[in-house]
C-alpha cells in the first residue's frame, strides 16, 4: 500500500469529522446524503488506513477512562 492509500480520502475526512462532533453512523448518512453502510464502510476503511482495529480502539477509550 503507498502512502497516499494511507491517507483518509474526502469523504473519509468529512465523515471523520462528524465522528469528531459525536453524530452517530446514520446521523452521518443523513447529513452526507449517503447509507448507513456506506458510511459504516468508511469508518472501516480509515481504521484499516491506521492499522487499528475496534478492540484496540476499545481498550483505549477504557483505559483513557480509568485515567480521569
Known amino acids: 500500500m503507498s502512502n497516499d492509500n494511507l491517507l483518509p480520502s474526502g469523504r ?4 471523520l469529522a462528524l465522528i469528531a462532533k459525536s453524530k ?3 446521523q452521518i448518512a443523513d447529513i ?3 447509507s448507513v453502510d456506506t ?7 480509515m481504521m484499516k488506513k491506521a492499522g487499528v482495529t475496534m478492540a ?3 481498550v483505549r477509550y477504557t483505559n483513557s477512562l480509568s485515567r480521569q
Open 12 to 15: 473519509e475526512l468529512e465523515v
Open 56 to 58: 484496540e480502539l476499545i
Open 32 to 34: 452526507l446524503g449517503t
Open 39 to 45: 458510511v459504516n464502510n468508511q469508518r472501516k476503511h
Open 24 to 26: 452517530s453512523s446514520k
